[in-house]
């Protein structure tokens, strides 16, 4: 059992479909995090929140928008997806940046068509 | 700018014997190293992670890694793999407190370990 949890675990969408993954975090944690892991790739850290506020970027396309209300709850907003964009979105917690393991959701199995 | 390498990308053992899966990375300072491991279709569960300290560092389901500064390693090991240890294994770096930055890892690409019965 997991103290980070993801809803939905698989989405299907259309490339002009809007739709939001959710990222809840029972851990008492102050970061959270976006990763995306495509097929023979290695993880890629998207967006970094510590105490609700943005703190890394990492140059993401912005049909892929983030929103942190506050430190237990994260979500990943889509629009206008890509094809390219199918692959496992992780949302990740830790108690703070700088060091802290960090503790990963199940994640979120996206297709887009 | 930090770095992992999993240098094997599939790995097959018999069930009972040993393993060793192989890291190397690269950072600047004294890194912060973790093993992953992710069952297909599920997210990554945290196996082990040295900070500091002892370089021998023992984790969850008798796996345990070591911290060789001098060839800028961190394999994972454990002496008789499971038939459900098969899994993809991941080895991340990360920053300590004073980096800066945020809390970023880097990962590498995976190693996929299958087991023979």
């Known amino acids: 059992e997991t103290g980070v949890t993801q809803t939905p675990r698989h989405l299907v969408m259309g490339m002009t479909n809007k739709k939001s993954l959710k990222c809840e975090q029972h851990?008492?944690?102050?970061?959270m995090y976006w990763y995306k892991q495509s097929a023979k790739k290695p993880l890629e850290l998207m967006f970094v929140?510590?105490?609700?506020?943005?703190?890394e970027n990492n140059s993401v396309p912005s049909r892929f928008s983030p929103e942190c209300p506050n430190s237990s709850h994260l979500f990943l907003h889509l629009h206008t997806l890509q094809p390219e964009d199918s692959a496992l979105y992780l949302c990740?917690?830790?108690?703070?940046?700088?060091?802290?393991?960090?503790?990963f959701g199940e994640g979120s199995w996206l297709t887009v068509v | 700018a930090q770095s992992v390498t999993q240098p094997d990308i599939h790995i097959t053992v018999s069930e009972g014997a040993s393993l060793e899966l192989r890291c190397n990375y690269s950072y600047g300072a004294t890194p912060y190293l973790f093993w992953y491991v992710q069952s297909p279709g599920q997210g990554l569960q945290l196996l082990l992670k040295y900070f500091s300290g002892d370089t021998l560092v023992q984790g969850i389901k008798g796996f345990e890694a070591e911290f060789k500064r001098s060839q800028s390693s961190f394999n994972l090991r454990k002496p008789s793999v499971h038939w459900s240890d098969a899994a993809e294994y991941f080895c991340a770096v990360g920053g300590g407190p004073n980096t800066g930055g945020g809390n970023k890892l880097t990962f590498g690409t995976g190693t996929q370990l299958k087991v023979e019965l």
């Open positions: 929140y510590n105490f609700k506020e943005q703190t």
């Open positions: 990740a917690s830790s108690r703070g940046l700088g060091g802290n393991t960090i503790y």
């Open positions: 851990l008492g944690h102050n970061a």
